[in-house]
């Protein structure tokens, strides 16, 4: 193998979408390799967020998990005190 040899980084096998509620009563979407985690209102908006994103995980499944989820995120505001940026980056 030359040193201009790009080796892409193996894909990660498996990953699921769980779509569950914390013990707040909150909805979640995990995936379980924790790339990826989004909070909603509702079940329905839960489910829709899976169903889009779903494709960026190549074999990724969505499965709807009666266990009690741990977010990862915080569902608090963050402080006043804290800068936002003047642009998107």
């Known amino acids: 193998m030359s040193e201009s040899t790009i080796v ?13 509620q914390d013990q707040a009563g ?3 979407v995990q995936e379980n390799h924790g790339l990826l985690e989004g ?13 889009g ?4 995980f ?3 499944r969505i499965v709807f998990t009666s266990d ?3 977010p990862g995120i ?10 936002l940026l003047d642009r998107a980056a």
């Open 39 to 51: 909070h909603f209102i509702s079940r329905d908006a839960a489910w829709r967020y899976a169903k």
């Open 68 to 70: 009690c989820m741990e």
């Open 8 to 20: 892409p980084e193996p894909a990660r096998r498996g990953s699921i979408l769980y779509v569950g």
């Open 74 to 83: 915080s569902f608090e505001p963050a402080p006043a005190a804290v800068p």
């Open 53 to 56: 994103e779903v494709h960026a």
């Open 26 to 28: 909150h909805w979640l």
């Open 58 to 60: 190549s074999g990724a």
